[in-house]
C-alpha cells in the first residue's frame, strides 16, 4: 500500500500516499493505520517526521488518533467538511478581496440557480418558501441583520443542495461558514436595504418555481452584484 519515501518530498509524500490510500479506498473507515514503528520503517522516516504527518491528516479529519490501550490513527469517513478546508483557510486569512470573492459568487451562484431550476423538485422549493418566510418574520420583528443573514446562507445552501451537485454543496458550505467577517464589514445593515434583498429571494424564487433557467440565473447575478456595491469600489 505504501512505499519508501524520496529524501527531498518526505514530509509531503507521507501525507499524500496516506490521504491517498484513504480517498481511493485501500483504507476504509473505521480501519487502523499500521503501528508507528512498522509506519516508519516502510516509510524509511524519522520518527518526528512521521507524527508531524500523521498530526496534519487528523487535522484534516482523515484520521483520529486515539491514546490509551488498543488506541492508534483510526481512518475517519470524508466528509464535506473535508473537501472544503483549504478553502476555509484560504477565506479565513482574510487575504482574499472581496470582490474576487463577490466574482466567483455570481459565476458559481448563477450556475446554481439555473440548475435549481432546472432540477429543483417540490420538496426543495417547499424548503426555500419555509426559509423565506423566517427571513420575512426576522424583518418583521426587527430581529436584526445578523438573524437575517442566517436565514440568507440557508436560502444559497438550499438552491446548491437542489442542483443534486454535491461539488456546488460543498463550495457552498465553504463560503457561507466564512462569508460573515465581509458581511460584518461590508453589508449595508440598514433595515430597507434587507428588505430589498428579501424581495430579490422572493423573486428569485418565482423564477425558479416557474422553471425559468435563465430568469432565475439573471436574477441572482444581479442581486449580487448589487451586494455592497458602493463599499467594494472603494476598497
Known sequence: MFKEIKPNKIFQDVVEQIEDAIVGGDLEVGDKLPPEREL????????GTLREAL???????????????????????????????????????????????????????????RLAAERGGPEGLDRLQNILKRAKESLDNHSGWRVYVRADAEFHMELARMTGNPVYEYIQTAIHENINRYYAEFLEHDESVLCDHYKDLCDI?????????KRASDMMQQHLGRMGQGTIKNR
Open 55 to 113: 498530526r496534519v491528516l487528523e487535522e484534516k479529519n482523515l484520521i483520529d488518533i486515539q491514546l490509551g490501550a488498543g488506541g492508534g490513527a483510526i481512518v475517519q469517513e470524508v466528509t464535506p467538511n473535508v473537501g472544503t478546508d483549504s478553502l476555509s483557510l484560504l477565506l479565513r486569512s482574510q487575504d482574499i478581496p472581496l470582490a474576487s470573492l463577490k466574482e466567483v459568487r455570481m459565476d458559481m451562484e448563477a450556475s446554481i440557480t
Open 205 to 213: 424564487v418565482k423564477a425558479v418555481a416557474a422553471g425559468d433557467e
Open 40 to 47: 516508519k520503517e516502510t516509510f524509511s522516516v524519522s520518527r
